[in-house]
T-cell receptor
Framework: EDQVTQSPEALRLQEGESSSLNCSYT??????LFWYRQDPGKGPEFLFT???AGEEKEKERLKATLTKKESFLHITAPKPEDSATYLC????????????FGGGTRLMVKP | NAGVTQTPKFRILKIGQSMTLQCTQD?????MYWYRQDPGMGLKLIYY???????DKGEVPNGYNVSRSTTEDFPLRLELAAPSQTSVYFC???????????????FGEGSRLTVL
């Protein structure tokens, strides 16, 4: 069974304190790993797609990396506006058009 | 562009009532999806569609129905509402790239449904 586990469930950082969010996955074959950002009361917003181990993507203070078993979302010098829930999802080889989502990490950045 | 638009944003239903959640997108995306999100549980796929006239079940389809008569619209029907259907519902769409589904989802703002 395909599984996605995100850790920690919640993370509190001071502004400027860099950290990483983890997404561990178990799939039969990976057609893509996706990161989304979700603000309270809003729908998720697409951030990155990673396809193969070793791949990295960057956007402003965020960098996503991928290995064969997990992905990390690195947040460098975060600001309060980076506070949100970050969701990870995988698209397994045998799942057609379905994504399997993790439970998310709620990030709070204090000024 | 409005993107993906969902209505209503909030609704309270009594057990056994029925209703339809509306979803429309103006990006000409072929693929559309309905997800539900429960606290701490992640997003679960209810139904999806690869184009007008074609729908398929997701992970948690029981108690729901969908139709796709146009590229733009993908309504979700709840028949005989139950407390277990209390959730936040998200409609999403995704685009093709080089003829393949990218899997990159564009979400609406959600519809919060409470069944009492």
């Amino acid at each position: 069974e395909d599984q996605v586990t995100q850790s920690p469930e919640a993370l509190r950082l001071q502004e400027g304190e860099s950290s990483s969010l983890n997404c561990s996955y178990t799939v039969s074959g990976l057609r893509g790993l996706f990161w989304y950002r979700q603000d309270p009361g809003k729908g998720p917003e697409f951030l990155f797609t990673l396809y193969s181990a070793g791949e990295e993507k960057e956007k402003e203070r965020l960098k996503a990396t991928l290995t064969k078993k997990e992905s990390f979302l690195h947040i460098t010098a975060p600001k309060p506006e980076d506070s949100a829930t970050y969701l990870c999802a995988v698209r397994p080889d045998n799942a057609g058009n379905m994504l399997t989502f993790g439970g998310g990490t709620r990030l709070m950045v204090k000024p | 562009n409005a993107g993906v638009t969902q209505t209503p944003k909030f609704r309270i239903l009594k057990i056994g009532q029925s209703m339809t959640l509306q979803c429309t997108q103006d990006m000409n995306h072929n693929y559309m999806y309905w997800y539900r999100q429960d606290p701490g549980m992640g997003l679960k796929l209810i139904y999806y569609s690869v184009g007008a006239g074609i729908t398929d079940k997701g992970e948690v389809p029981n108690g729901y129905n969908v139709s796709r008569s146009t590229t733009e619209d993908f309504p979700l029907r709840l028949e005989l509402a139950a407390p277990s259907q209390t959730s936040v519902y998200f409609c999403a769409s995704s685009r093709l790239r080089q003829g393949q589904n990218t899997g990159e989802l564009f979400f609406g703002e959600g519809s919060r449904l409470t069944v009492l």
